[in-house]
């Protein structure tokens, strides 16, 4: 019982806490990477990609993780461009790693 207790909480934890992600937006190369998934999330990537692009931008997805590459190029929620960013699903709550 207290085993099944323990696997309950932890698996609350890792989902809570692994909820950064990468947005990729309509007609646009970029991806735009930020802590959360909720909407104050989406609208700082959305602002981003605006800013970056000077064209309105709709999310079309997201995932864990951008790579530049001839096509897409990486943001974080600064505006600051990145070769590799990744979503860090750690206990301690969602960051980006900068690789």
């Known amino acids: ?3 099944l207790i323990l696997a309950a909480v932890v698996t609350t934890l890792l989902a809570s806490t692994a909820s950064a992600k990468c ?3 309509r007609g646009e190369d970029i991806k735009v990477c930020v802590d959360g998934t909720d909407n104050s ?3 700082q990537a959305e602002s981003v990609c605006e800013s970056v ?3 309105s931008c709709s999310i ?3 995932s864990g993780e951008c790579r530049k590459s001839g096509s897409t190029t990486c943001y974080d929620g600064d ?3 990145h070769s ?3 979503a860090d699903f750690s206990l301690t709550g969602p960051s980006l790693l900068v690789l």
């Open 84 to 86: 590799h960013l990744t």
């Open 41 to 43: 999330a989406r609208s």
């Open 79 to 81: 505006g600051n461009e």
């Open 1 to 3: 019982m207290s085993r």
């Open 60 to 62: 079309s997805g997201s």
């Open 53 to 55: 692009t000077s064209n």
């Open 23 to 25: 947005f990729g937006f």
